[in-house]
């Protein structure tokens, strides 16, 4: 047997939303582009309420390794198909380096201004 190495990094996103349409998001996007996952489902809890979400992680595996920079994007596009999906207005991706939180604000609040 031989073991396999590579340079660890790791990207995860922070999304509520119903769990299930969470997994079956994820499981369109990772059919569609061949990509493995793993899909925690959590709380967040924060002043005055709470809400149900997933903490959504990519990897660098040994077998498939890539790019940290590639890593970031596909957690990036993986997020933003599951901010539309879900029905929700922000995500965040953090990574060993930085955490970056996205939203539609703009675009909600262009309609709400029609």
């Not at 059919?31 to 967040?44: F, K, R, S």
């Not at 709470?50 to 040994?62: D, F, H, K, R, S």
């Not at 957690?75 to 380096?97: I, K, W």
């Amino acid at each position: 047997m031989k073991d396999q190495q590579c340079e660890t990094y790791w990207a995860r996103i922070y999304i509520a939303g119903d769990i299930n349409e969470i997994r079956r998001s994820v499981r369109q996007f990772t059919w569609d582009i061949g990509l493995c996952v793993t899909v925690t489902a959590t709380d967040y809890i924060y002043t005055g309420g709470e809400e149900a979400g997933a903490i959504v992680e990519l990897i660098n595996y040994p077998r498939f390794t890539e790019t940290a920079d590639a890593i970031k994007l596909t957690a990036y596009n993986l997020g933003m198909r599951l901010m539309h999906d879900c029905c929700q207005r922000s995500f965040s991706v953090m990574t060993p380096e930085e955490t970056i939180r996205y939203t539609r604000g703009e675009e909600v609040e262009a309609r709400r201004t029609k």
